[in-house]
């Protein structure tokens, strides 16, 4: 009886480990853009532009695709009749002027 329980636990272990085992190497797929072979991640690119003494610099984010350009800084200054941002997180969204 003892050794009867014992082979079904240690064999539960084994299929549990199987089933683990062969479930973690399935990995997901990268996502692609339809219409392009560019994934995702490879679609935005980051610049820094060096502070001087008397402010920081900032970084901008451009998005290769559609053209958008994103202003970051920690420090932004509130807009009139806008509600109070949170230091560090926010971007601004930088528009073509015609």
Do not use: C
């Not at 329980?5 to 797929?29: D, E, H, M, Y």
């Not at 991640?41 to 532009?49: N, R, T």
């Amino acid at each position: 009886m003892k050794e009867t329980i014992k082979n079904s636990i240690i064999g539960a272990f084994a299929i549990f480990g199987l089933v683990a085992l062969i479930s973690s190497s399935n990995t997901a797929p990268t996502v692609i853009h339809e219409g392009s072979n560019t994934p995702e991640s490879h679609v935005w690119e980051m610049a820094f532009s060096h502070g001087t003494n008397t402010t920081e610099g900032r970084g901008y984010l451009y998005n290769k695709v559609t053209g958008e350009v994103r202003k970051m800084s920690r420090t932004f200054p509130s807009i009139k009749g806008q509600p109070a941002r949170d230091v560090g997180k926010n971007y601004i969204v930088m528009k073509k002027i015609d």
